[in-house]
């Protein structure tokens, strides 16, 4: 047994010793998990098939993130202490996306990409997952939590093997046999899954339960080695886009299930803003992006275009140039970032990178601060072999000019 799977098993004893003794000393029947240790979805899992409860709740936010809403519902109950006490079912709270500011939004981006407002987004929408694309999906309020719940998701056919290697891969960065979630209509969710007792609602990705073994062949980019999978419910009345999708894409095949993931890469967190969207997927292997009801497809681009963006560096980033001796007679200097919370970890810079970010001032594109600091044909072409690997690591951050300010 290695450590991970040694720390699992030690941790399950004490959370269910724990249990036991307060479920016979309180008579209860419900359980609510907070704290870190609620993320734990394979524990969570274990909890509800155990039987000692007939329903466990864990909300989206069981760690200390958790403590903004509780303070809030707290102070919510001092002031209207008639206020009914009421099931979180959703955590869509976060930056919205407003349908009228899509266009405006996305429009500075179109030496990159092109646009197209889609008239049937879950039926068009669901026939490209079904050809076989991987698609970046952003609609309404970004969820609140570690996790994407279908409003800032990567999203996929559960049916495709190939998904679990292309999306590790090329988006996130990570080993391939990671399997991903699933979310299910949670109207079909025990056609799928194995579900004890009555409870039917898993919103927020907190579980991991037993796909059916006559389904785990069918939906190999969502079942783990074991047969499991860390599913999420979607409900009609919390998130109507989603669920609709989720339809169509049932409707056509019989599987109302998609593949989600977070929309990031592994360099970032989960995407907010449409601008955060746009670079995700200018700098992944995503096929499409959709926002609100707008399509996006990426255009050909290269040097020509990222020369017409403004470049800046991240808030958190310190720029450092350190004089050192190369070898035992030489003096020379070292290029790298560091971040203000964390100096020890350095990310080596180039001299032309060090001197256009030493320039970026937020209002300059990256053609005009190659040319102020007078670049060699050589120089610039140095930049723009470079610059992949510090965009795609956000290293660097670019604006379209028209909305840099």
């Known amino acids: 047994m290695d450590i991970a799977a040694a720390l699992q098993e030690a941790l399950e004893s004490i959370v269910f010793h724990v249990l036991r003794h307060y479920q016979v000393l309180t008579g209860h029947t419900r359980l609510a998990i907070s704290g870190g240790v609620g993320q734990n979805s394979s524990m969570n899992g274990k909890i509800l098939n155990s039987g000692l409860f007939e329903e466990v709740f864990v909300p989206s936010f069981a760690g200390d993130s958790g403590c903004a809403y509780g303070a ?6 001092q002031l209207l202490p008639d206020l009914p006490f009421k099931k979180v079912t959703h955590a869509y709270w976060g930056t919205p996306i407003h349908e009228d ?6 429009a500075p981006w179109q030496d990159f990409v092109t646009i197209e407002k889609l008239l049937d987004r879950s039926e068009q929408v669901s ?11 952003v609609q309404g309020r970004s969820e609140f939590g570690p996790r994407a719940l279908g409003n800032r998701s990567i999203i996929a056919d559960p049916r495709v093997a190939s998904h679990k290697e292309t999306i590790n891969a090329m988006i996130k960065m990570r080993e391939s046999y990671r399997p991903f979630a699933p979310s299910v209509l949670v109207e079909r969710v025990r056609d799928f899954f194995e579900v004890p007792g009555k409870q039917e609602d898993f919103p927020f990705m907190s579980f991991v339960l ?14 783990h080695v074991d047969g499991s999978a860390r599913l999420q419910t ?9 669920w609709e999708l989720i339809e169509a894409f049932g409707r056509k095949t019989g599987i109302s299930i998609l593949l ?8 970032e967190p989960i995407v907010d803003s449409i601008d955060d969207a746009v670079v995700c997927y200018l700098t992944s292997g995503l096929d499409y992006l959709v926002v609100g009801d707008y399509l996006v497809t990426k255009k050909d681009w290269g040097s020509d275009q990222m020369a017409t963006l403004i470049v800046t560096l991240p808030k958190a980033a310190i720029l450092n140039r350190e004089d050192k001796y190369l070898n035992h007679t030489e003096r020379g200097f070292s290029y790298f970032l560091t971040w203000n919370y964390d ?3 350095r990310y080596a810079l180039s001299d032309v990178w060090y001197y256009v970010l030493q320039q970026a001032d937020g209002l300059l594109t990256l053609q005009e601060l190659m040319i102020n600091l007078g670049f060699s044909g050589e120089q610039q072409s140095q930049i723009f072999e470079e610059l992949p690997s510090l965009w795609s690591d956000r290293l660097i951050i670019f604006h379209p000019g028209s909305v840099a300010n």
């Not at 026939?127 to 999906?137: E, S």
């Not at 037993?210 to 079942?223: D, F, H, M």
């Not at 979607?234 to 989603?242: A, E, I, Q």
């Not at 989600?260 to 360099?267: I, W």
């Open 101 to 106: 500011e899509v266009a405006e939004v996305l």
């Open 72 to 77: 809030a519902a707290y102070v919510a109950h």
């Open 343 to 345: 100096t020890t970890r």
């Open 234 to 242: 979607v409900n009609k009345d919390d998130n109507p886009r989603y």
């Open 127 to 137: 026939d490209l997952i079904i050809d076989g694309a991987v698609i970046g999906w």
């Open 210 to 223: 037993n796909v059916r073994p006559e389904w785990r062949e069918q939906l190999p980019a969502i079942t």
């Open 260 to 267: 989600n993931t977070s929309f990031n890469n592994n360099a």
